[in-house]
């Protein structure tokens, strides 16, 4: 079991996951109702490292599935991503949601398409291209 102890603020990786998310559990919704995902607890105050961040999102879900944006927000300690359509979003959901990375958990909401694109306004309509991780994640699963 995962210990907050083993991991130093400055480890920015992925711990384990805290509950179950997959198809079928009650952590998981039986449809996504929206392509667009706002994700808490992955930034903290005051953090520069925004590109590992970004990155460490698209190698844990852009190998299953099609991201069209991603982007982190120190203002809102948040990171947004906008997948090709609702069923991406629902696949990077399961994978993101319940995970500790460094030390902290993560937990994912569904955002409407409209507040996205306001938040948003340059990020793609439709891909390709889909975004990719520059090194996938191979030592955890998802």
């Not at 990155?55 to 090709?84: F, G």
């Not at 460094?102 to 439709?126: C, I, N, W």
Request: glycine letters at 4%; hydrophobic letters at 35%.
């Amino acid at each position: 079991m995962f210990a907050y102890s083993q991991v130093s603020p400055k480890n920015k990786s992925w711990q384990g996951q805290a509950f179950e998310t997959q198809v079928g559990s009650v952590n998981s919704l039986p449809c996504s109702p929206t392509p667009c995902l706002k994700i808490r607890g992955m930034v903290e105050d005051g953090d520069r490292n925004t590109h590992i961040i970004r990155e460490a999102v698209l190698s844990k879900c852009a190998h299953q599935c099609r991201i069209l944006h991603c982007a982190v927000d120190t203002n809102s300690n948040c990171v947004y991503i906008k997948c090709a359509d609702p069923k991406d979003a629902a696949i990077a959901y399961r994978n993101l949601h319940g995970w500790w990375y460094a030390g902290h958990l993560v937990t994912v909401k569904y955002l409407r398409l409209e507040r996205y694109m306001q938040r948003f306004p340059d990020s793609l309509v439709s891909g390709p291209p889909f975004l990719k991780a520059i090194t996938p994640a191979t030592d955890w699963s998802s």
